[in-house]
């Protein structure tokens, strides 16, 4: 498995922009679809983008597109959320999520990751 470590959380206010980072220190990295989530407090856990293994498909939720984009890069380990014109509806905790089996496109399900992150909070003010 891979360890996952989530940075770029924050306060902002409405209308601004974030950029979550989600680095493997340790592990294969290249080759795992990974997703992302979030967690509102008295919420279920909610998922937001994913990125196939190669990077070449990239998927969003409804809540999301068109404001939020993620991106691979293999060289670094990493994986980003870019996060624009937020809302007061998207203060949660993120996490990033590393697929259980490789070569995967991605997936909405918590069950096909294997990997997760210790989570970063974004706040968004109105």
């Known amino acids: 498995q891979v360890q996952l470590v989530e940075s770029g959380g924050g306060l902002v206010q409405a209308g601004g922009s974030l950029r979550l980072s989600c680095a493997a220190s340790e592990g294969t990295f290249n080759n795992y679809a990974m997703g992302w989530f979030r967690q509102a407090p008295g919420k279920e856990r909610e998922w937001v983008a994913a990125i196939s293994w190669n990077g070449a498909s990239t998927y969003y939720a409804g809540s999301v597109k068109g404001r939020f984009t993620v991106s691979r890069d293999d060289a670094k380990k990493t994986v980003y959320l870019q996060m624009n014109s937020l809302k007061p509806e998207d203060t949660a905790v993120y996490f990033c999520?590393?697929?259980?089996?490789?070569?995967?496109?991605?997936?909405?399900?918590?069950?096909?990751?294997?990997?997760w992150g210790q989570g970063t909070q974004v706040t968004v003010s109105s």
């Open positions: 999520a590393a697929s259980i089996g490789p070569y995967g496109l991605g997936s909405q399900q918590p069950v096909d990751f294997g990997s």
